[in-house]
């Protein structure tokens, strides 16, 4: 009795072997890229409220700015009106 496989089973071995560890390796990356498609999402994320939030503070400030500056307008006109005498 010979107990060593043949050459046929040794080679049917390696590529059952061969194809689990490729599995293994197409997993790995798959779950790599999803991990990395939901990093570089949040970075988007971030990146968009922070321009958000530096628009909507810089559209704030403007309409203080303007506000004041027609206040201040309204301010001088109102000073500056004519006295009618009754």
């Given at each position: ?47 968009a ?11 704030r ?26």
């Amino acid at each position: 009795m010979n107990n060593k496989p043949t050459l046929s089973e040794l080679l049917f071995a390696l590529s059952a072997y061969l194809q689990a560890v490729s599995e293994r390796i197409l997993k790995a990356l798959l779950t790599f890229s999803v991990r990395l498609a939901r990093i570089a999402h949040d970075i988007v994320v971030a990146i968009a409220n922070f321009v958000v939030d530096a628009a909507t503070s810089v559209w704030r400030l403007y309409c203080r700015l303007e506000l004041s500056i027609v206040e201040a307008f309204a301010t001088i006109m109102l000073r500056m009106r004519p006295t009618v005498p009754y």
